[in-house]
């Protein structure tokens, strides 16, 4: 009887930590739907862990091992980095507001996020809404000077809770990037 009452708290146990292993995984979604009439519908659900030990597997020209290089195109005219660290201590605030007769651009800052909201004003408008933390940003750019560390943007956005990354509502098809602890797109 007591080997019987032990196998199943074991099992209630074992049971627990694979549930709450899973409950713990971060999932990016990308949801892509045309407009037109025979448009496409792509999802994409991925579990950040998986993304993390897929990237460094890929090799294409410019990208390798989780790193995007730059070749001949440096980085080295703007001081990126610096300008991040600024940002990230200055205020919170609209920092760039550019208004114009067929498009719209404004760069904020609120705590440790970025905003960029564009809005193209045309017969059909459009919109394009990223959101972004500062974390994620400074992961991107802990590489060299001529590339971006994308494998390490993946681990630091893997850190945090929901949180949707891109939207963009334009005439020909929405796209909606996220990231949740949900296994599909709905």
């Not at 630091?156 to 809770?161: C, I, S």
């Not at 939207?167 to 709905?186: C, F, G, L």
Request: hydrophobic share 40%.
């Amino acid at each position: 009887m007591i080997r019987s009452i032990c196998l199943a708290l074991l099992s209630l146990v074992l049971v627990s930590a694979v549930a709450l292993g899973g409950a713990g995984t971060k999932w990016l979604h990308v949801k892509v739907d045309e407009k037109a009439d025979e448009g496409e519908i792509v999802r994409i659900n991925l579990p950040m862990d998986l993304i993390e030990e897929i990237i460094p597997l890929i090799e294409e020209d410019g990208f390798n091992k989780g790193k995007v290089t730059f070749d001949g195109h440096e980085l080295r005219e703007v001081d990126v980095r610096g300008i991040l660290a600024a940002v990230k201590d200055a205020e919170d605030g609209e920092y760039v507001t550019v208004e114009g007769p067929d498009e719209n651009v404004r760069v904020a800052k609120k705590g440790n996020r970025l905003f960029v909201k564009v809005t193209e004003e045309s017969d059909e408008p459009e919109y394009v809404n990223v959101e972004i933390r500062m974390e994620v940003v400074e992961a991107l750019l802990s590489g060299d000077d001529d590339e971006l560390d994308i494998l390490a943007a993946v681990r630091a956005l893997g850190r945090y809770g929901d949180q949707e990354l891109v939207s963009v509502d334009a005439s020909d098809a929405t796209v909606r990037i996220w990231v949740d602890s949900q296994n599909t797109s709905e």
